[in-house]
């Protein structure tokens, strides 16, 4: 037998066994980093309207991008803007740096620069709310934060640590450190 039979029954032997192992293996492909990490949709410059189960508009949405996630399928909004209705129709304005909205929708938390702005209608004083994180339970209707926040209104000031607001029958409770400061009209 010469050398060149050898070489070549080996190398047979190589390939049979090499495509045996890939065959053999090729269900257990593992998903790399970048597949996991991929969006199942993303939209960019969009904007969102839901509607409650009386058939009237329950929020909407706007921003310029959101992501959701392949994996545990939640949602990354960035710049979101919410305006949240009110009996009159009137839009209350809650807007971030970014937000999250967990698979299911029953939770959203809204990190950097929140804001949050009352309608300008002129049937209420206008008012506003700033902190840097806010978590929202809709089917709760509870939104919450344990961090800084300050409210406003004409003629009052508000600062607290920790906040709570039940949303369906608007009344708010600023949990600690509370200051108010009063400002009459006389004074501005």
């Keep these: 037998m010469s050398w060149r039979t050898v070489i ?42 839901t509607l409650g189960k009386d058939g009237k508009e329950s929020m909407t949405l706007r921003a310029p991008s959101m992501e959701r996630s392949r994996v545990d399928e939640t949602s990354t909004i960035t710049k979101p803007l919410f305006l949240l209705p009110d009996e009159a129709g009137n839009h209350w304005r809650l807007r971030a740096d970014t937000g999250w909205v967990s698979a299911k929708g029953e ?12 309608p300008t209608d002129g049937k209420t004083p206008p008012t506003t709310f700033r902190t ?12 919450r934060t344990d961090g800084q926040v300050t409210m406003t209104r004409p003629g009052l000031v508000q600062s607290g640590v920790g906040f709570q607001t039940n949303l369906k029958n608007k009344q708010y409770s600023l949990l600690s450190q509370v200051k108010t400061r009063y400002e009459p009209n006389a004074a501005r």
């Design 132 to 143: 840097a994180a806010l978590d929202v339970l809709p089917k709760q209707d509870i939104a």
């Design 107 to 118: 939770e959203v938390r809204l990190r950097g620069n929140v804001a949050g702005d009352s």
């Design 8 to 49: 070549g029954v080996a190398l047979l032997i190589a390939a049979l066994a090499s495509g045996w192992s890939a065959w053999r293996n090729r269900a257990n492909v593992v998903p790399t980093a970048a597949e996991q990490g991929r969006s199942d949709y993303v939209l960019g410059d969009f904007e969102i309207i």
